[in-house]
């Protein structure tokens, strides 16, 4: 069992930077794959970036946002850099291990124009 924390959504304008984390507790030595999600209000949960064996980032994200863990493996952060208004979205922590996949309750960002 893994339990997962976010912390760090907030208001900012557009070009602004925030500090998503998402904190780990229960068996996270098992944990294979890290990823932060996110869904817009309507639409489905849509993968932003993700650490594991590898790291992947969506299109929309690249080059603007960071995905990290610190060395204890406890803590997902992501960074998010030059935010613009359409990065408004609750954004959700996901860990998997054994096949089993866990979420988080999700932060909320949002984005001013």
């Known amino acids: 069992q893994v339990q997962l924390v976010e912390s760090g959504g907030g208001l900012v304008q557009a070009g602004g930077s925030l500090r998503l984390s998402c904190t780990a507790s229960?068996?996270?030595?098992?944990?294979?794959?890290m990823a932060w999600y996110r869904r817009v209000p309507g639409n489905s949960r849509e993968l932003v970036a993700l650490t594991g064996g590898t790291t992947m980032y969506s299109d929309s994200v690249k080059g603007r946002f960071t995905i990290s863990r610190d060395s204890a493996k406890r803590t997902l952060f992501l960074q998010m850099n030059n935010l613009k208004p359409e990065d408004t979205a609750v954004y959700y922590c996901f860990a998997r291990l054994y096949g089993m996949v866990y979420w988080g309750n999700g932060t909320l960002v949002t984005v001013s124009s």
């Open positions: 229960g068996s996270i030595s098992s944990i294979d794959t």
